[in-house]
T-cell receptor, first 111, second 114 residues
């Protein structure tokens, strides 16, 4: 069975401080990992996916297969980063169209 | 925003009544999904459909039903058998990008059953 764990329900940081949102997963094959974000009064949207190895809005995430982690990082938090963040996993092959979500972490950036 | 629409935004029903939530997409995506979002629970998959006239149960399908008669539409019916129907419901559709499916979400419908 596949599982995604986000250990922090709420994370508060000061503006300009580094941010790290934790995500751990369990999956027996080669997973595809994603981060989705939901800003207040907006729909859930894809932030980044590990296969793209890109930086979006200053956020990066590295897949660590040894530690089964996909933590989301940003060196300097901005107020507009305040949102709900979800880590998600999809399998390979026939299971690649389904996503398993973590329970989410609410990021609050304090001015 | 466009692409995926859900209506209505808010829905109120009395206990014991069935209610149908609408989801339409004009993205020409083959796959569509229904999730339930509860505080502290994340998103949980109710049903999904890979192609027209075919759908599969997700993790929490009990008390729900769906149909997929058209590619653009994937309505969800919350039946009276669903024990705790009050929740925020999200519809999504997906497209294959490389070897992964990227899901696009609708704005959601908040259902309150009293």
């Amino acid at each position: 069975a596949q599982r995604v764990t986000q250990p922090e329900k709420l994370l508060s940081v000061f503006k300009g401080a580094p941010v790290e949102l934790k995500c751990n997963y369990s999956y027996s094959g080669s997973p595809e990992l994603f981060w989705y974000v939901q800003y207040s009064r907006q729909r859930l949207q894809l932030l980044l996916r590990h296969i793209s190895r890109e930086s979006i809005k200053g956020f990066t995430a590295d897949l660590n297969k040894g530690e089964t982690s996909f933590h989301l990082k940003k060196p300097f938090a901005q107020e507009e980063d305040s949102a709900m963040y979800y880590c998600a996993l999809s399998g390979s092959g026939a299971g690649s169209y389904q996503l398993t979500f973590g329970k989410g972490t609410k990021l609050s950036v304090i001015p | 925003d466009g692409g995926i629409t859900q209506s209505p935004k808010y829905l109120f029903r009395k206990e014991g009544q069935n209610v149908t939530l609408s989801c339409e997409q004009n993205l020409n995506h083959d796959a569509m999904y229904w999730y339930r979002q509860d505080p502290g629970q994340g998103l949980r998959l109710i049903y999904y459909s890979q192609i027209v006239n075919d759908f599969q149960k997700g993790d929490i399908a009990e008390g729900y039903s769906v149909s997929r008669e058209k590619k653009e539409s994937f309505p969800l019916t919350v039946t009276s058998a669903q024990k705790n129907p009050t929740a925020f419901y999200l519809c999504a559709s997906s497209i294959l990008l490389g070897r992964t499916y990227e899901q696009y979400f609708g704005p959601g419908t908040r259902l309150t059953v009293t």
